[in-house]
């Protein structure tokens, strides 16, 4: 996605911004990059509305500071001014733009002879407890890792007395050149769909040896030497975890060995409930990743397959292209670093939402759904036992997880449009636009919000623009309560017809006759297969499924 950038500071950023500037013209020609009128003057640039920054109207900023001049180089004072600065810009803020603020890293002389009582440390606490406080009132505003960059090269790499007293350029050569690689990483992640699932085999990959080889030879994973580089594996995938990533295992051993091992060893640091799917036996392993996909009814593009042997890998490879198969190293010291390496190509997002935190929770009760269906008489049967409810959630409060389901979605989505989350707050203000956005809990649990609906009221006829729903709840029929709710509001205000469209993709096949079932009829066609499509209103057919509002706005 093209992107209008800023890049402000309090220090000299100039080189920074040249070298951004060679980057974006080589990598996104149609990308714009303001020109800051120098540097130090952050705040006034972004409060005052007749300064160049505000006439450039970037859809990101970046703002990189330096704690330490910030405190005017006095560690005992600092907080205030971090509180006041923070203070200011949230006064700044405009909703429809996005922001990155750099984390704490202080720096200078003055620490080599100031006292060891914690000061320092104070000073860097504060802001970041300013920076959350702000991400967490303001879904727009994100961490810059800043932080990490300076501590994986070290201080000493990293800043230079010399051009910090020549040109108040805070940084070297090589920290410049990596702050550029940071927050080009950073615009390509707005524009990605990370994958969902790791699947992980286990034996010498998940930990080290052979489980049930020898019962006098215990799997390597231990607190010392190379059974803590497993075990800080699988420290680093557990983090993956709880930031969203769906795991699962695919992997030959006897099943009752491997769970033995995964249920009740004092250093696994995985149990099995962090698991959304497991197949441990003899079959072909592309066999049991395609069964994994059916079961979480998620495409085979979603997943990464990490095994330690090249003869699996290629197996994988070959007979399913889809499926992302990275190497594996040579050395297993290298295992942990090699999977934060995984973690950043393929799952990294720019946002992690309290929906990403509960996924593995939400397909483990998935699981129990699908075994209630396999004993549920028929269809209706059991999506009465199911016992659904469903309720509207507030757009503007969930922002994040609007804006994520929208460009998540592949399969259930009737236009497949994306918002980056400016955007989508843009949208949300725009009185042409009204969102709807679902929840639905069962008797297993809370799915969350999981359905979400943008109508265009430009024209004489509103048209529903955007219609997306998660895979996790498709094939409950939900999708005709919310397209009966949507049309009974409309035409309780007045409205006497709806109108809709499909617009074909590789991956939203399932919804292609969506409309037709509904009893749309279809006014236009296109060589596409796109398709125009309206509906009375009242709608003309009475629509079956079995959930109960819970909300009084929808009933």
Same mark, same amino acid.
């Given at each position: ?49 007749? +300064? +160049? ?8 900023? /970046? ?19 971090? @509180? ?39 000073? @860097?606490?504060?802001?970041? !407890? ?35 007293? &020549? ?42 040896? %052979? ?8 799997? $390597? ?25 769906? %795991? ?10 491997? &769970? ?44 990464? /397959? ?5 003869? !699996? ?18 050395? =297993? @010291?290298?295992?942990?670093?090699? &999977? ?27 699981? *129990? ?11 209706? +049967? ?5 016992? &659904? !409810? ?50 639905? *809990?069962? #008797?297993?649990?809370?799915?969350? $919000? ?44 007045? /409205? ?30 296109? !060589? +596409? ?6 509906? =009375? ?8 499924? #079995? ?9």
């Amino acid at each position: 996605m093209h992107h209008r950038i800023a890049v402000l500071s309090n220090v000299n950023m100039n080189f920074v911004v040249r070298m951004l500037s060679k980057e974006l013209a080589a990598a996104d020609p149609d990308s714009a990059l303001y020109e800051p009128e120098g540097y130090g003057n952050e705040l006034g640039a972004l409060l005052d509305p007749s +300064s +160049s920054y505000e006439a450039f109207a970037p859809d990101i900023t /970046f703002l990189l500071m330096d704690l330490m001049e910030l405190a005017d180089h006095d560690p005992e004072a600092g907080c205030g001014r971090i @509180e006041s600065w923070f203070a200011s810009l949230k006064a700044a803020l405009h909703k429809e733009r996005l922001y990155y603020i750099s984390d704490a890293f202080l720096w200078g002389p003055e620490l080599e002879i100031a006292p060891a009582d914690g000061r320092g440390e104070a000073l @860097e606490s504060r802001w970041q !407890e300013c920076l959350r406080a702000l991400c967490d009132s303001h879904p727009n505003v994100r961490v810059l890792p800043y932080r990490r960059m300076i501590a994986e090269m070290g201080a000493e790499n990293a800043f230079s007395r010399k051009m910090w007293y &020549m040109g108040r350029i805070l940084h070297t050569g090589e920290a410049q050149k990596r702050i550029v690689a940071l927050l080009l990483y950073i615009l390509r992640l707005q524009g990605r769909i990370p994958k969902k699932v790791l699947l992980l085999d286990l034996d010498n990959t998940l930990w080290g040896g %052979l489980a049930g080889e020898n019962d006098h030879t215990p799997v $390597i994973l231990s607190d010392e030497h190379t059974g803590l580089m497993y075990r800080n594996l699988q420290r680093v995938i557990a983090q993956m975890q709880r930031q969203g990533v769906l %795991l699962g295992i695919v992997s030959k051993n006897n099943p009752e060995d491997a &769970m033995d091992i995964i249920a009740s060893h004092p250093q696994m640091a995985l149990r099995p409930e962090d698991f959304a799917a497991m197949r441990i036996n003899w079959r072909p392993k592309p066999e049991n990743i395609a069964e994994i996909a059916a079961e979480l009814n998620l495409g085979l593009d979603s997943f990464v /397959f990490w095994d330690d042997s090249p003869a !699996e890998r290629a197996l994988v490879k070959a007979a399913l292209p889809q499926v992302a198969v990275p190497d594996f190293p040579d050395r =297993p @010291e290298d295992l942990p670093e090699a &999977m934060v390496r995984i973690y950043r190509q393929y799952f990294e997002q720019v946002a992690v939402t309290s929906e990403d935190r509960q996924k593995t929770r939400q397909y483990a009760e998935n699981a *129990k759904r699908n075994a209630l269906k396999t004993q549920a008489s028929d269809f209706a +049967s059991y999506l009465r036992q199911l016992a &659904m !409810e469903i309720s509207r959630e507030a757009p503007e409060a969930n922002s994040e997880r609007l804006t994520q389901l929208v460009n998540k979605t592949n399969q259930f989505n009737l236009t497949t449009k994306r918002y980056e989350q400016a955007a989508m707050e843009k949208l949300l203000r725009d009185a042409g636009k009204r969102v709807y956005l679902y929840r639905v *809990k069962d #008797c297993f649990g809370d799915n969350g $919000i999981i359905a979400a609906v943008i109508l265009d009221l430009t024209q004489a006829v509103p048209m529903i623009d955007t219609f997306v729903m998660s895979c996790r709840v498709m094939g409950r029929n939900l999708e005709n309560a919310i397209v009966e709710d949507i049309e009974k509001e409309l035409y309780s205000q007045g /409205f006497s017809s709806l109108q809709a469209r499909y617009l074909p993709t590789a991956k939203n096949k399932p919804v292609e006759n969506l409309f037709e079932k509904l009893d749309y009829r279809i006014l236009a066609t296109d !060589e +596409s297969g796109g398709k125009l499509y309206e509906t =009375p209103l009242p709608p003309e057919a009475k629509r079956n499924y #079995c959930a109960r509002w819970t909300d009084a706005k929808s009933r």
